[in-house]
């Protein structure tokens, strides 16, 4: 059964930074495209970024452009989002999905940027 | 502001039919295959239809997708109080280099 499981969430004032992690079971890894997709409180659904099976090709939205980083570690079935100079804009439930198609999502976490 | 243009809501009674129109461009939907996505209520979205009209195994074959040049569309039939949610289309687009999801459609069995 294929599993993907955020952490890292929580409270963060403007500016500040967060790491998310996805810890992903049940499926090979190292063999899939993997995905961030963020959703604001009572928006919809936003693309954030996507990261290739060997990490040679990332792709991110551009409102996070320069600000995020998109990373994995296949050896620990993991994947990351490093979320530095955080708005108050960014304040989303962030899924980590399987595939730039997003076949299986997480369960989310939810960042809250405030001060 | 996403690319890819949905109604804010459909409704209809149970049983009956509902579609949902996902309109784009040729730098997504016009060149690229359409994924849709269910997200019931306080839940994670789940993919409904993926490649246009293909369903992943369990979901029933009363949800359909199809499309036609820069628009897409999703229908449900023999519409259930259980098929109430928000449902999202979503392409790659090679213009902007990324993901691009609609605006999504809340629809209301009445």
């Known amino acids: 059964e294929v599993q993907l499981v955020e952490s890292g969430g929580g409270l963060i004032q403007p500016g500040g930074s967060l790491r998310l992690s996805c810890a992903a079971s049940g499926f090979t890894f190292s063999n899939n495209w993997m995905t961030w997709v963020r959703q604001a409180p009572g928006k919809g659904l936003e693309w954030v970024a996507s990261?290739?099976?060997?990490?040679?090709?990332?792709y991110y939205v551009d409102s996070v452009k320069g600000r995020f980083t998109i990373s994995r570690d296949n050896a620990k079935n993991s994947l990351f989002l490093q979320m530095n100079s955080l708005r108050v804009e960014d304040t989303a439930v962030y899924y980590c999905a399987r595939g730039v198609s997003c076949d299986y999502w997480g369960q989310g976490t939810l960042i809250t940027v405030s001060s | 502001q996403s690319v890819l243009t949905q109604p804010p809501s459909a409704s209809e009674t149970p049983g009956q039919r509902v579609t949902i129109s996902c309109s784009g461009s040729?730098?997504?939907?016009?060149?690229?295959?359409v994924n849709w996505y269910q997200q019931l209520p306080g839940m994670a979205p789940k993919l409904l239809i993926y490649?246009?009209?293909q369903r992943p195994s369990g979901v029933p074959d009363r949800f359909s997708g199809s499309k036609s040049g820069t628009a897409a569309s999703l229908a449900i039939s023999g519409l259930q109080s259980e098929d109430e949610a928000d449902y999202y289309c979503?392409?790659?687009?090679?213009?902007?280099?990324?993901?691009?999801f609609g605006t999504g459609t809340k629809v209301t069995v009445l």
């Open positions: 040729s730098s997504n939907i016009g060149s690229k295959t």
């Open positions: 490649s246009n009209n």
């Open positions: 990261i290739k099976q060997d990490g040679s090709h990332k």
């Open positions: 979503a392409a790659w687009d090679d213009s902007l280099n990324g993901y691009v």
